[in-house]
């Protein structure tokens, strides 16, 4: 079995760069915050069920948060950034 490891190079600017819109109102990418990386995935097209979900791991330990609702790349990376200062007060 061969694993292939990719190599990032994430930077805190926009903070959003790395989220992309996909096909069908899926959007997923991951968001750097200055205190982690959230990972973030959201859906919601017109015959779709609305939803955001976000991921990041402190510790050891996975940190789920979601909402019924679909956020747009701004909104996923301003609920990244707060979902990570409330994990990390």
Not at 25 to 53: C, M, N, R
Request: hydrophobic residues 30%.
């Amino acid at each position: 079995m061969k694993i292939e490891i990719q190599e990032y190079n994430y930077s805190v600017g926009r903070g959003y760069s790395s989220v992309c819109d996909r096909k069908d109102g899926w959007t997923d990418g991951e968001v750097l915050t200055p205190q982690g990386i959230v990972l973030a995935y959201a859906q919601g097209g017109e015959k779709q069920f609305h939803h955001t979900s976000l991921r990041m791991v402190v510790n050891g330990r996975v940190y789920h948060r979601s909402w019924n609702k679909r956020y747009t790349k701004r909104g996923i990376a301003r609920k990244a950034r707060e979902f990570a200062r409330d994990l990390h007060e």
